[in-house]
């Protein structure tokens, strides 16, 4: 196995480039902007360019849809421009598990757990592009539980749009997946093994429970608060206007960083019971 070193560089380099421009793009805190660069350069440095280049994709396109119109979805949402960068907290939330299972992978050295590390980012895309892209659509969101309509950005709300853009995610991501898992297998002069043929199913159907996972959650026992001053119902404790909110459902200790690291762990164990399945079955391409 050729050293991972220079992929720790090139790891670092790329983790520092994305975390300036999600900082100058004011989508990224301080602290955030850290977090996004220790998980880029941990995927990098323990597994070398497939997961690091996999997770660098995922990262730019989220960014590039959160940025998409975001002035538009601050005023639907009502934030009215205020900045809604991340904290170390909620990149750690989306982007953490995949950085764990690669120093796991690196540590245990086993095939499934790029599987895992694809579906953990395909629930991640999925949230994002649901919820990011889910806020241009013009009619209202359904609450999962309830099917009443529920402000945008309301955590469990969804609408035919943000699903599209979660499948599209899913698939996308495990596609790629597949396409780099293909590249070193040839440059190395090795089959593709069978459960990885299958990355883009499994990481579709993986990905969705684990967005199913997110809304149902959302929807049922995250923490949800209203601002009695701006009337508005928000998912954190105090509004972007500065005063405490009053909570209103769910549990406190079910934020919403708990609702996406639970749903990335979801997603990754269902995308690796899909593709091993598929795999022992007898269908083929």
């Not at 959160?66 to 809604?84: E, I, N, W």
Request: charged share 10%; glycine share 10%.
């Amino acid at each position: 196995m050729s050293p991972l070193w220079p992929y720790a560089l090139v790891g670092a380099a790329t983790g520092a480039a994305l975390a300036w421009l999600g900082g100058r793009l004011v989508l990224l805190t301080r602290s955030g902007q850290v977090a996004l660069w220790l998980a880029i350069l941990i995927a990098f440095a323990a597994e070398g360019w497939v997961w690091g280049a996999l997770l660098t994709l995922c990262v730019l396109a989220s960014g590039l849809a959160t940025h998409f119109r975001r002035p538009y979805k601050a005023y639907v949402t009502g934030l009215y421009g205020a900045q809604s960068a991340q904290d170390w907290l909620q990149v750690a939330a989306r982007f953490g598990w995949p950085a764990v299972l690669a120093i796991l992978s690196a540590a245990v050295h086993r095939g499934d757990y790029l599987i895992a590390f694809v579906g953990a980012l395909a629930t991640a895309s999925a949230d994002i592009w649901a919820t990011e892209l889910g806020m241009l659509y013009r009619k209202d969101p359904l609450l999962i539980t309830t099917r009443r309509p529920a402000p945008h950005g309301t955590p469990g709300a969804v609408s035919l749009m943000g699903v599209t853009a979660a499948v599209g995610a899913t698939w996308l991501v495990g596609f790629v997946g597949l396409v780099f898992a293909s590249l070193q297998s040839w440059a190395a002069q090795q089959g593709v093994s069978r459960d990885l043929l299958w990355l883009p199913l499994a990481a579709l159907l993986g990905g969705m429970v684990g967005n199913l996972t997110d809304s149902l959650l959302g929807a049922a026992a995250q923490a949800y608060y209203y601002c009695e001053i701006c009337n508005r119902y928000t998912d954190q404790p105090r509004h972007t206007c500065g005063r405490p909110t009053s909570q209103v459902r769910g549990w406190p200790w079910m934020t919403n960083e708990m609702v996406d690291l639970v749903s990335a762990v979801v997603g990754a164990a269902v995308t690796v019971g899909v593709a091993i399945l598929l795999a022992q079955s007898r269908w083929t391409w």
